[in-house]
């Protein structure tokens, strides 16, 4: 059965930092993208960050210049390094495998998804 399951969430001022991670069981990385999406109360799940099997990487405009999404492969896990962090940053984080081209990724084309953890960032 496959499973993500992340971790690594929680509270931070504003300019601070938090790293999530997406440990990922019963699953192959070949021929896929990962990625993390977030939701804020009353929004839609957004994309956050994607990065395939090649390790190219895409960010949302957000996020561009202070995220970074890596992965471990002899871990399997799925990382999510985040710097100066804003209030605007704050939402459930949650971790998702697909087998779309990452630039194609939708909260649609996600085929497995994690519990999600929460962020949350405050001025």
């Known amino acids: 059965q496959v499973q993500l399951v992340e971790s690594g969430g929680g509270s931070v001022q504003a300019g601070g930092s938090l790293r999530l991670s997406c440990a990922v069981s019963?699953?192959?990385?070949?021929?896929?993208?990962m990625g993390w999406f977030r939701q804020a109360p009353g929004k839609e799940r957004e994309g956050v960050a994607s990065i395939d099997n090649g390790g190219t990487t895409i960010y949302a405009d957000s996020v561009k210049g202070r995220f970074t999404v890596s992965k471990d492969y002899a871990k399997n896990i799925l990382y999510l390094q985040m710097n100066r962090l804003e209030p605007e940053d704050t939402a459930m984080y949650y971790c998702?495998?697909?087998?779309?081209?990452?630039?194609?990724?939708?909260?649609?084309?996600?085929?497995?998804w994690g519990q999600g953890t929460q962020v949350t960032v405050s001025s």
């Open positions: 998702a495998a697909s087998f779309v081209d990452c630039r194609w990724l939708t909260p649609d084309r996600v085929k497995i």
């Open positions: 019963g699953y192959t990385y070949s021929s896929n993208c």
